[in-house]
């Protein structure tokens, strides 16, 4: 309903002849519509670090640019995390491993108590889904479940989940995506995740930030790894690649390694086969990867890494860093289809180590590599182009303009 900005209605007055001289009449009332309220938006995580650079350095980024008014409710405290500017930040309690019925259940008396308050819910966890029952659907908020992962390839990955029931967890998985078509607004972050649901739901690819300045060439003397480090992404073949290539060229690590390798990437560090900088904020990350010599994505063969596409790799693309990735489809096509870097076999070291060796043989390959992988990031693979369309979506999502 619109609001609208009045004066008072004066007092009741004879015409101006009547009136004593030197006065002047009354202003008459005016109506002045008001500009429209800002969005409230509610974005909710017990999964993710409240740094995840989706949610905060592009969603978030977004959505504040666009004039919204953000409460962020996230695991800060568990995670070790200040809350970022400009936003309410709510705390949570962190889902990890098998202990999450606590977070489930603060996240869903939290949504229900300040739920209400704001236009839209915007969900990053599918095991938030759990929070959304009960929740008046003829009242705000709209609830939209942020869909960036093959959930349930990902849980057949966990090592937390018992070998027994992970074949079950997939019909348990779709199951949950059917009812949440039928509950929530659903927005993909890959075209690839369009096969799973039934209805058409709009997608705001998962790009990046790409500098609007061409960035400088590569160099010789280190290739970069930047995420979280596990063994399905390759933390024991970049372990045993800056073995072979210490001396030659640094194996530079940026990003947390998992409890069941963080002692080897701690002893790899000590050894001087590898720098392992540990958690770096996105933006500071970013920073760290231009002139590198190759950027590493040495993912294994496992069905969540074959749709959706590495941010890494567009990271990469972005800084003008030249591409050394394992055959996954989406990474594959990326490198294949841009010309940007050299793809080799899963698990295959050796073919790591022959890719990183010809880049620093070749200066002219891995400058026309790194050239193309920055404008094809220009072209294709901006979030400046991309964050606007995910706050209009927001946007005509908040006021119940319809979508598609």
């Not at 060439?217 to 690649?241: F, S």
């Not at 998992?258 to 920073?287: K, S, Y």
Request: glycine fraction near 8%; proline fraction near 9%; charge should be neutral.
């Amino acid at each position: 309903m619109t609001q609208w900005g009045y004066r008072p209605e004066p007092e009741a007055v004879e015409d101006e002849s009547s009136m004593p001289l030197g006065t002047s009449p009354s202003p008459v009332p005016v109506s002045v519509p008001l500009a429209p309220k800002a969005p409230r938006v509610l974005v909710m995580t017990v999964v993710h670090d409240p740094d995840d650079a989706r949610i905060r350095y592009r969603q978030l980024t977004a959505l504040l640019a666009a004039g919204m008014q953000v409460t962020y409710a996230a695991p800060f405290e568990a995670s070790h995390r200040r809350p970022p500017e400009g936003v309410t930040a709510v705390d949570l309690p962190r889902a990890a491993g098998r202990q999450r019925l606590t977070a489930i259940s603060s996240a869903r008396r939290l949504l229900h108590k300040i739920g209400p308050e704001h236009d839209l819910a915007l969900l990053h966890d599918p095991e938030l889904l759990l929070a959304v029952p009960g929740l008046d659907r003829r009242r705000p908020p709209l609830v939209v479940w942020d869909v960036h992962e093959d959930t349930a390839a990902a849980l057949r990955m966990k090592s937390w989940l018992p070998r027994a029931v992970r074949p079950l967890t997939g019909a348990a998985v779709r199951a949950a995506e059917r009812w949440a078509e039928g509950r929530c607004s659903l927005l993909l972050a890959e075209e690839g995740y369009r096969d799973r649901f039934r209805r058409e739901h709009p997608v705001v690819p998962n790009s990046v930030p790409v500098p609007l300045e061409k960035p400088p060439p590569p160099q010789a003397e280190r290739v970069v790894y930047l995420g979280r480090i596990t063994r399905a992404r390759g933390a024991l073949e970049m372990i045993e690649l800056g073995r072979r290539l210490a001396g030659d060229v640094r194996v530079e690590l940026i990003g947390p390694a998992d409890g069941d390798v963080a002692g080897l990437i701690a002893h790899a560090h000590t050894e001087g086969w590898i720098v392992h900088h540990g958690f770096v904020p996105n933006r500071q990350a970013l920073g760290l990867l231009p002139g590198s010599l190759a950027g590493l994505a040495l993912l294994h063969d496992e069905p969540n890494y074959a749709v959706s596409r590495p941010t890494k790799v567009m990271e990469y693309m972005a800084c003008g860093v030249p591409v050394v990735t394992t055959p996954n489809a989406a990474a594959a096509e990326l490198v294949g289809h841009y010309r940007t870097g050299t793809v080799v076999p899963f698990g295959d070291v050796d073919a790591a180590e022959a890719a990183v060796r010809a880049l620093r043989g070749d200066v002219e390959r891995r400058e026309r590599m790194g050239a193309l992988g920055w404008s094809a990031a220009r072209a294709d693979l901006d979030w400046a182009r991309d964050g606007r369309l995910f706050a209009d979506l927001i946007r005509q999502w908040s006021v119940g303009s319809p979508v598609g």
